[in-house]
């Protein structure tokens, strides 16, 4: 398999070409501003000392500080992140909020953690990279893996070497800072999108079938505004398995049986059981990635029955999928766009930091539907214009916008 890293490049490398962006900018722009690997040595509950290795990838920062998620994961090597560092660079430029790209990741597993070894791991990795993040430089958020006590434990952590500043972290608990609607950003943002595209595509949202992969805080919440749109979503399936009930699943129960499992949705009473292949294939109209990258390619790309592929995960499909479901016509709102709610909410988070002032929900969840309904509208209408995917139009709209930045700081 390619290095991820090198399949984003080609995206970004496609647009250039058809931007004519020069050769030096392209150079300058392609690779990470910067890439920081720490040891954090943890103390484990046993009394042993496990030495865990993270990473803090930089990636562009000409359209303001870098901002991106922390990923904890086992195979969160310093390829996945530097491909996610860029696809936050992109997407922060297409959505229009105004930061960099950046993304971190910690090797471990933090389903077999306790709490107070993942404590020390994120104070200890805040620690190590402390001096490259800060409120006007380099903002983390959550990620795979990672959520709003892991946000907490990184602000205390920085609070230490740097003073009180909330804004160093987004995606906090908000009794710290952190904003309404923060949590269910992302997922709100995904339910959005299809709501549009059904319009452009003539699908009638209510009634509708959907299929998602993964039930974390993307799947869960895209899972809950869609069942409260009227669709009916049929299959959802998870690292530990999945359920299928043609005539819809009860997402409301299913919210608090995952509660109650661990965060999963295997053995849910009010369905069959669905593998994640055979999720991957149900006959639906949207198929919805919501988990980890990657798990489309050629082979079972060509099994896919949905009418529309939308990527809620980053980087859930490889290029030779992206192929195989042109050629079927199936048509993919990429990432960069599906996805980039829980950045939108981020930003507005750091700028209530910023400003000491907190903002109500209502006005959260608007401004967050202007830019998607922006972004969206700029993305479909390049699209339209040049008769070119969505993916590529992202990407053509995204670099336009960091390109013109790099360029009017001036090159050396
Ligand atoms: N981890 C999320 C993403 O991939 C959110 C990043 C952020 O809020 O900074 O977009």
Same mark, same amino acid.
């Given at each position: 398999?390619?290095?991820?890293?090198?399949?984003?490049?080609?995206?970004?490398?496609?647009?250039?070409?058809?931007?004519?962006?020069?050769?030096?900018?392209?150079?300058?722009?392609?690779?990470?501003?910067?890439?920081?690997?720490?040891?954090?040595?943890?103390?484990?509950?046993? +009394?042993?000392?496990?030495?865990?290795?993270?990473?803090?990838?930089?990636?562009?920062?000409?359209?303001?500080?870098?901002?991106?998620?922390?990923?904890?994961?086992?195979?969160?090597?310093?390829?996945?992140?530097?491909?996610?560092?860029?696809?936050?660079?992109?997407?922060?430029?297409?959505?229009?909020? @105004?930061?960099?790209?950046?993304?971190?990741?910690?090797?471990?597993?933090?389903?077999?953690?306790?709490?107070?070894?993942?404590?020390?791991?994120?104070?200890?990795?805040?620690?190590?990279?402390?001096?490259?993040?800060?409120?006007?430089?380099?903002?983390?958020?959550?990620?795979?893996?990672?959520?709003?006590?892991?946000?907490?434990?990184?602000?205390?952590?920085?609070?230490?070497?740097?003073?009180?500043?909330?804004?160093?972290?987004?995606?906090? @608990?908000?009794?710290?800072? +952190?904003?309404?609607?923060?949590?269910?950003?992302?997922?709100?943002?995904?339910?959005?999108?299809?709501?549009?595209?059904?319009?452009?595509?003539?699908?009638?949202?209510?009634?509708?079938?959907?299929?998602?992969?993964?039930?974390?805080?993307?799947?869960?919440?895209?899972?809950?505004?869609?069942?409260?749109?009227?669709?009916?979503?049929?299959?959802?399936?998870?690292?530990?398995?999945?359920?299928?009930?043609?005539?819809?699943?009860?997402?409301?129960?299913?919210?608090?049986?995952?509660?109650?499992?661990?965060?999963?949705? =295997?053995?849910?009473?009010?369905?069959? @059981?669905?593998?994640?292949?055979?999720?991957?294939?149900?006959?639906?109209?949207?198929?919805?990635?919501?988990?980890?990258?990657?798990?489309?390619?050629?082979?079972? =790309?060509?099994?896919?029955?949905?009418?529309?592929?939308?990527?809620?995960?980053?980087?859930?499909?490889?290029?030779?999928?992206?192929?195989?479901?042109?050629?079927?016509?199936?048509?993919?709102?990429?990432?960069?766009?599906?996805?980039?709610?829980? /950045?939108?909410?981020?930003?507005?988070?750091?700028?209530?930091?910023?400003?000491?002032?907190?903002?109500?929900?209502?006005?959260?969840?608007?401004?967050?539907?202007?830019?998607?309904?922006?972004?969206?509208?700029? /993305?479909?209408?390049?699209?339209? =214009?040049?008769?070119?995917?969505?993916?590529?139009?992202?990407?053509?709209?995204?670099?336009?916008?960091?390109?013109?930045?790099?360029?009017?700081?001036?090159?050396?």
């Amino acid at each position: 398999m390619p290095q991820a890293f090198d399949t984003v490049t080609e995206f970004f490398e496609h647009a250039c070409r058809r931007l004519a962006v020069s050769m030096e900018i392209c150079e300058i722009v392609r690779t990470p501003d910067r890439e920081m690997r720490v040891e954090v040595p943890v103390r484990m509950d046993n +009394g042993q000392l496990k030495v865990f290795i993270g990473y803090r990838v930089q990636h562009n920062g000409a359209r303001g500080p870098y901002k991106g998620g922390i990923r904890y994961h086992q195979e969160a090597d310093v390829d996945e992140v530097r491909t996610l560092s860029a696809l936050m660079t992109w997407k922060t430029a297409l959505v229009g909020v @105004p930061f960099g790209g950046a993304k971190g990741g910690v090797q471990c597993d933090p389903t077999t953690m306790s709490k107070t070894e993942l404590q020390r791991l994120t104070r200890g990795f805040t620690r190590a990279i402390s001096h490259i993040i800060g409120v006007n430089r380099d903002i983390p958020a959550p990620d795979v893996g990672t959520n709003a006590q892991t946000m907490a434990w990184m602000m205390a952590a920085y609070a230490e070497e740097h003073g009180y500043n909330p804004g160093v972290v987004t995606g906090k @608990p908000v009794e710290l800072g +952190g904003s309404l609607g923060r949590e269910e950003a992302t997922g709100f943002g995904v339910a959005l999108m299809v709501g549009l595209a059904s319009k452009d595509l003539s699908i009638s949202l209510a009634g509708s079938t959907v299929a998602i992969q993964g039930f974390g805080n993307v799947g869960s919440y895209t899972a809950k505004y869609l069942h409260e749109h009227g669709c009916h979503i049929v299959g959802i399936a998870d690292v530990k398995g999945g359920v299928y009930n043609a005539k819809g699943l009860e997402i409301p129960a299913l919210l608090v049986y995952a509660l109650q499992h661990s965060g999963s949705v =295997a053995g849910f009473p009010g369905g069959e @059981p669905l593998t994640n292949d055979e999720l991957l294939a149900l006959p639906c109209d949207w198929l919805i990635p919501a988990a980890l990258g990657s798990v489309l390619r050629a082979d079972n =790309a060509a099994k896919v029955h949905a009418r529309c592929v939308v990527e809620a995960a980053n980087h859930p499909l490889e290029p030779d999928a992206d192929l195989v479901l042109a050629a079927k016509g199936i048509p993919v709102l990429p990432d960069l766009l599906v996805n980039a709610g829980g /950045v939108t909410v981020s930003y507005f988070e750091w700028v209530q930091n910023v400003q000491r002032f907190s903002w109500d929900l209502e006005r959260v969840n608007n401004e967050l539907t202007n830019y998607m309904q922006r972004a969206y509208r700029a /993305v479909t209408n390049r699209a339209r =214009a040049e008769r070119i995917s969505h993916r590529e139009a992202a990407y053509l709209v995204a670099v336009e916008r960091v390109v013109s930045a790099v360029q009017l700081q001036g090159l050396p």
